[in-house]
């Protein structure tokens, strides 16, 4: 009971920090114990009182005093990966990283124990040639219960935040060379901070914004300002400078982009032969479900014949081009044929015919051909077609 998996990295009881649900857990857990049974009742009492100390801490300091110095949750090894005859290796960074603390921990306590059993060999020897031996303070775990000013127990090391305060002045280490402390004005009902500029004659008054502040700054005494960061090793921090540094770098950045260029992967080109091209046929008639006729189609020759002649591969055309160039030549070819019905080679009457059909999707459609005869030469005539309309039906076509 309270073992080192029940404490978190500052040494509290986690379960009883979150409320009644896990003090609920600890007194089932108390209720479940055979007291009578030979239980050692002066390690209970040194659990329980470490527990009451946890509830007195509870009652008198708020979480919040203590959430700005507590340190970093500490990952505990299993007892499977610090066995020295487990073969398994961590695999998750914070495993390694706790395994090793483990590890560390263990050496330095053999170094301790190896120390001790050294002293007592010496004061053995001393004790043999009759000298006193020396009296060493021995090794304390200490009270349990024992807390300091800020409800954390005395035995547990906290990193200090002395270095990281540290830091945030020297970050603001400008504004308190140039400005005057903070003061506080009442301003429509609410609070606001204001700083009064140590060079300024006038003894302008300015919001308590970093910014705002080196604003002003920039504005007024950018001169002074950067000769005293010179001076001091300080850098700069007013908005134009900053500005500036982070120009050059994106410049920097883009001259290395300049030089570095993408190589192009060499296009690995197949060579024709008529076995590779009669295959690749093949598998075309069958995943279009096209008939076996289609092949010795002219137009399918006139296609293939086309793409043979081009030197930097063929640019095939997309679902919305082909559809938009389709109706475009319907368009063009209704156009041209109005002006051949007109001209002077066909001189009598033309012909309709009427078809309607149904697709495989059940859409029903109707189209009308035209049919008429054109003198192509003197004495010669010839027999000529073209569809003149197309539509799709609202119904079935029958």
């Not at 896990?22 to 108390?30: A, K």
């Not at 560390?104 to 050294?118: F, K, L, P, T, Y």
């Not at 001209?343 to 999707?361: F, H, I, K, R, Y």
Request: aromatic share 8%.
């Amino acid at each position: 009971m309270f073992g080192e998996d029940c404490r978190d990295s500052c040494g509290r009881l986690e379960h009883v920090r979150r409320g009644k649900l896990g003090l609920g857990l600890i007194c089932s857990y108390l209720s479940k114990i055979n007291w009578a049974d030979g239980f050692p009742l002066d390690l209970v009492e040194v659990k329980l009182e470490r527990l009451i100390a946890e509830l007195k801490y509870l009652n008198e300091f708020h979480a919040e005093k203590i959430s700005h110095t507590r340190p970093a949750r500490r990952a505990f090894p299993t007892a499977k990966l610090t066995d020295e005859n487990n073969l398994e290796q961590p695999t998750l960074p914070f495993q390694r990283k706790a395994v090793d603390a483990f590890r560390e921990e263990q050496a330095q306590h053999r170094n301790n124990q190896d120390c001790e059993a050294s002293d007592e060999a010496t004061a053995a020897d001393e004790e043999q040639d009759g000298q006193e031996p020396t009296k060493k303070p021995r090794f304390s775990l200490g009270n349990p219960t024992m807390v300091d000013d800020d409800g954390l127990l005395v035995d547990v090391n906290i990193q200090s935040i002395e270095e990281d305060k540290e830091k945030r002045e020297d970050k603001r280490r400008d504004i308190d060379h140039f400005f005057r402390e903070p003061s506080i004005r009442q301003l429509n009902g609410k609070e606001k901070s204001y700083c009064i500029c140590k060079i300024c004659p006038n003894m302008k008054s300015i919001v308590n914004e970093a910014t705002t502040l080196r604003c002003h700054l920039e504005a007024y005494h950018s001169g002074k300002y950067r000769k005293w960061a010179q001076e001091n090793r300080f850098e700069s921090k007013l908005p134009g400078d900053i500005k500036k540094r982070k120009a050059d770098a994106e410049h920097v950045v883009r001259t290395l982009d300049q030089d570095l260029k993408e190589k192009k992967l060499n296009e690995r080109v197949i060579k024709y032969t008529d076995k590779a091209f009669h295959q690749a046929a093949i598998e075309w008639l069958v995943a279009t479900d096209q008939p076996i006729q289609a092949l010795e189609h002219s137009k399918f020759r006139h296609m293939i014949d086309v793409a043979s002649r081009a030197t930097d591969g063929v640019k095939i055309p997309g679902r919305k081009s082909t559809r938009a160039s389709i109706k475009q030549s319907f368009r063009d070819h209704l156009k041209n044929l109005k002006a051949q019905l007109n001209g002077p080679m066909v001189l009598g009457e033309v012909s309709l015919t009427c078809d309607a059909w149904q697709a495989g999707n059940t859409d029903g459609y109707f189209a009308v051909t035209g049919h008429w005869i054109q003198e192509t030469a003197t004495m010669q005539w010839e027999l000529k077609s073209a569809l003149v309309g197309f539509t799709r039906l609202c119904n079935a076509h029958n």
